[in-house]
């Protein structure tokens, strides 16, 4: 089976979204759904002169659109991607295949994630503690670090499959902290969880 996943986002991108792992045979949900953050920081994005945060641009929104997946990797301790800002779960490396990410892609925007991160000391444990990050989906630590687990358990195949698109309902707004500065694109190298 392969593994996908649907990402669903607000076309009001300081209210959170949905991610749920999808059973491809059955077309239910495996895991999830689950809150999820697809805001770029504005502050950075104007810095790097993206100042609408346009998502076929480097640091803006994360692009709608279908997403292979190639693999997981790890976060922390000899890698480029520091547990307070990727989350102590690994990323999920995407590659833009169809849509606004292909765009993007065409652009020039490539290796976006989903990570968790920047949240571990917030005393807000629930998806208002989502902090925007520059293109990524951002998670909570504890809900990636159990799509892992299902992901591994259910024997998912990769390369796997992301569609983020907007629409379902907005759920409660992130921390749009936007002096968040994050690299675009972030590392992707090193430290396999899933090849």
């Not at 358990?153 to 390369?159: A, D, G, K, Y």
Request: glycine content about 14%.
């Amino acid at each position: 089976m392969n593994l996908t996943i649907q990402v669903y986002l607000p076309s009001d991108r300081t209210k959170t979204g949905t991610l749920t792992l999808i059973d491809p045979l059955t077309g239910l949900a495996l895991f999830g759904p689950v809150p999820v953050l697809g805001r770029a920081a504005r502050n950075t994005a104007k810095a790097k002169g993206n100042a609408s945060a346009n998502s076929l641009l480097p640091f803006g929104d994360t692009p709608t659109g279908t997403y292979g997946i190639s693999s997981i990797v790890a976060n922390g301790t000899g890698t480029t991607r520091p547990i307070n800002v990727y989350g102590q779960s690994g990323s999920i490396v995407l590659a833009p295949e169809t849509g606004d990410a292909l765009k993007a892609k065409e652009k020039g925007r490539v290796g976006l994630l989903i990570h968790a991160g920047r949240h571990a000391y917030s005393s807000i444990v629930g998806p208002e503690s989502l902090k925007p990050t520059n293109g990524c989906i951002r998670m909570l630590d504890w809900d990636l670090g159990q799509l892992v687990e299902v992901i591994k358990s259910q024997t998912l195949v990769f390369p796997g499959k992301v569609s983020v698109e907007v629409g379902g309902p907005a759920g409660p707004q992130g921390d749009i902290d936007e002096s968040i500065i994050d690299s675009d694109p972030p590392p992707t190298g090193g430290g396999m969880i899933l090849p």
